[in-house]
């Protein structure tokens, strides 16, 4: 028991002392791989210089064609100000599909992050 709340008290303190965390699972099921890369950030912003060629690689460069495979990002918008009114936001997007096709579900995926980024930016002037 002991053991199992230190490994969570870990698996917390990793979580808030990266901006950026990539997480692997495999999953077999009946012969049936399912491989799913999650990215967790504090914010869209963070992941402007993230190398998501890299990390797919790295994760699905064992992962036969026919497999299920998928790219989760998980924002957790932390408040940037004190105003205790203002409720943190939370925001998953994920893109699935098979291992033959990982290219155009990145493709997608940075799309869509790209898209939030250039949102973030105009909303808050952030250059």
């Given at each position: 028991?002991?053991?199992?709340?230190?490994?969570?008290?870990?698996?917390?303190?990793?979580?808030?002392?990266n901006?950026?965390?990539?997480?692997?699972?495999?999953?077999?099921?009946?012969?049936?791989?399912?491989?799913?890369?999650?990215?967790?950030?504090?914010?869209?912003?963070d992941?402007?210089?993230?190398?998501?060629?890299?990390?797919?690689?790295?994760?699905?460069?064992?992962?036969?064609?026919?497999?299920?495979?998928?790219?989760?990002?998980?924002?957790?918008d932390k408040?940037?100000?004190?105003?205790?009114?203002?409720?943190?936001?939370?925001?998953?997007?994920?893109?699935?599909?098979?291992?033959?096709k990982?290219?155009?579900?990145?493709?997608?995926?940075?799309?869509?992050?790209?898209?939030?980024?250039?949102?973030?930016?105009?909303g808050?002037?952030?250059?």
């Open positions: 028991m002991k053991k199992i709340v230190l490994f969570a008290l870990f698996l917390l303190g990793t979580h808030y002392s901006a950026q965390e990539v997480e692997t699972d495999i999953e077999i099921v009946d012969k049936v791989k399912t491989v799913f890369m999650t990215v967790n950030a504090d914010r869209f912003q992941l402007k210089d993230f190398d998501w060629r890299t990390h797919l690689t790295d994760v699905f460069k064992n992962v036969p064609d026919d497999a299920t495979i998928g790219i989760r990002v998980n924002i957790m408040q940037l100000t004190e105003d205790i009114a203002t409720l943190p936001n939370k925001m998953s997007i994920q893109e699935i599909g098979t291992a033959n990982k290219e155009e579900i990145l493709r997608s995926m940075v799309s869509k992050v790209k898209l939030f980024i250039e949102d973030e930016q105009q808050n002037n952030i250059d």
